[in-house]
């Protein structure tokens, strides 16, 4: 049996954290701006940080599973480091956003909206679970 704990906290984490859709921080008039569907470099680079600091939590320092079938004296760093590169390459509006404001596929727009976080979340999902559960990538440290 495969371990589906670290791509739930990874996906849900990635919904969460897509900057514009819940909140952005930096906001592009604020600090701290909600559901504005937008997003910046900026932006990008903190939620990144707060994914990366989040997935630690749950993966290494929890030890989020749900199907637990042996232990691992070494912590395995890539759900982490998968997670955290995903999330940033698919950030909706950094490199790509499918579907676009205008088009199909748009590139760097630095916008999004509610369907393209949808197909950019089953995007980070596909590509997630086959590396964390039938390529079976580990990073062990230690």
Known sequence: MSDWGPVFVAVVLFILLTPGLLIQIPGKHQLVEFGNFQTSGVSILVHSILYFALICVFLLAVG??????????????????????????????????????????????????????????????????????????????G
């Open 64 to 141: 989020v599973h749900v199907c637990h079938l042996y232990s691992k004296e070494m912590a395995d760093w890539a759900p982490v480091l998968i997670g955290v590169v995903l999330f940033v390459l698919l950030t909706p509006g950094l490199l790509f956003q499918l579907p676009g404001h205008n088009r199909q596929l748009e590139f760097g727009s630095l916008k999004t909206n509610g369907k393209a976080v949808a197909v950019h979340t089953l995007i980070f999902f596909a590509i997630y679970a086959v590396l964390i559960l039938v390529v079976r990538v580990h990073i062990y440290t």
